[in-house]
T-cell receptor, first 115, second 113 residues
Framework: DSGVTQTPKHLITATGQRVTLRCSPR?????VYWYQQSLDQGLQFLIQ???????AKGNILERFSAQQFPDLHSELNLSSLELGDSALYFC??????????????FGQGTRLTVV | DAKTTQPTSMDCAEGRAANLPCNHS???????VYWYRQIHSQGPQYIIH???NNETNEMASLIITEDRKSSTLILPHATLRDTAVYYC??????????????FGPGTRLSVLP
């Protein structure tokens, strides 16, 4: 157990819809990363937040957005969903407040299926 | 982030040491080498990281060459549960630096009975 919690584990929705994926980082971790992994594809970095602020942006579509809340949990919002958005979405957290450890720990992912 | 090169796939006999190489010839002086693995659709799992000294933990050992242009991850006694895709990543390990972990295609390790 990495300590990173993602909900829901599975999500099935129709094209054109909007969904929200939630991530609770490890206790004390300030940084949250979101990744997308399509079938048989590599892990694609989407976005990173650090203590509520956006710190790095990858190949995130304009239909996608994210935020990190004061309690440090994060949400990834996906709208106007297309079939090609079907993928595993992973959240990771790193950078504890008490230590300078910088390795990132990943959650078990949310499997999104768009039908 | 520096680019890394890894073999596409490797086989290893169960109980033997698995040695996974990684080339990072353009690594900068302040970049660390991280290793992660992903077991079939699970979340990537952190294994180990290092700067220039060899590192060992309960999972693996990391050997970094003196010029830091390459490294080897060693799983001392591979088991079937070590079958996974292994990723070698280099990045700056700064406290609040806005830098993500860039995953390449990795090495698909198959541990054979």
């Amino acid at each position: 157990d990495s300590g990173v919690t993602q909900t829901p584990k599975h999500l099935i929705t129709a094209t054109g819809q909007r969904v929200t994926l939630r991530c609770s980082p490890r206790s004390g971790d300030l940084s949250v990363y979101w990744y997308q992994q399509s079938l048989d594809q590599g892990l694609q970095f989407l976005i990173q937040y650090y203590n509520g602020e956006e710190r790095a942006k990858g190949n995130i579509l304009e239909r996608f957005s994210a935020q990190q809340f004061p309690d440090l949990h994060s949400e990834l919002n996906l709208s106007s969903l297309e079939l090609g958005d079907s993928a595993l979405y992973f959240c990771a957290s790193s950078v504890g407040q008490a230590t300078l450890s910088t390795e990132a720990f990943f959650g078990q992912g949310t499997r999104l299926t768009v039908v | 982030d520096a680019k890394t090169t890894q073999p596409t796939s490797m086989d290893c006999a169960e109980g033997r040491a698995a040695n996974l190489p990684c080339n990072h010839s353009t690594i900068s002086g302040n970049e660390y080498v991280y290793w992660y693995r992903q077991i079939h659709s699970q979340g990537p799992q952190y294994i180990i990281h290092g700067l220039k000294n060899n590192e060992t933990n309960e999972m693996a050992s990391l050997i970094i060459t003196e010029d830091r242009k390459s490294s080897t991850l060693i799983l001392p006694h591979a088991t079937l549960r070590d079958t996974a895709v292994y990723y070698c990543i280099v990045r700056v390990a700064a406290f609040n630096y806005g830098q993500n972990f860039v995953f390449g295609p990795g090495t698909r390790l198959s541990v054979l009975p």
